[in-house]
């Protein structure tokens, strides 16, 4: 599977281009929203990283909305201070 594993050795911006470029790309293809939530998650760990904050909280909701966790989540994001409301 894209020899996944071997990204997890290398630095936060190499997983990312990988996620975006490769694994996210095909598995949307694939409609298979269980493996596109945790390539979310991931890709949302490594915008934390880099403190990109608003990136990061919309790739975590994408990636909780896609596993059912919370369906109504909403993020507002104001200047640096990010929050995630639920109803």
């Given at each position: 599977m894209f020899l996944y594993q071997q990204y997890f050795h290398f630095d936060y911006k190499n997983l990312k281009t990988f996620l975006e470029t490769e694994a996210i790309?095909?598995?949307q293809k694939q409609k298979n929203n269980k493996q596109l939530s945790i390539f979310y998650i991931d890709l949302a760990?490594?915008?934390y990283q880099e403190n990109q904050f608003e990136?990061?909280?919309l790739y975590y909701q994408k990636g909780i909305?896609?596993?059912g966790i919370a369906k109504n989540m909403h993020v507002v994001a104001?200047?640096?201070k990010v929050q995630v409301k639920f109803p």
């Open positions: 790309p095909f598995f760990t490594s915008y990136k990061a909280c909305s896609g596993i104001s200047d640096k």
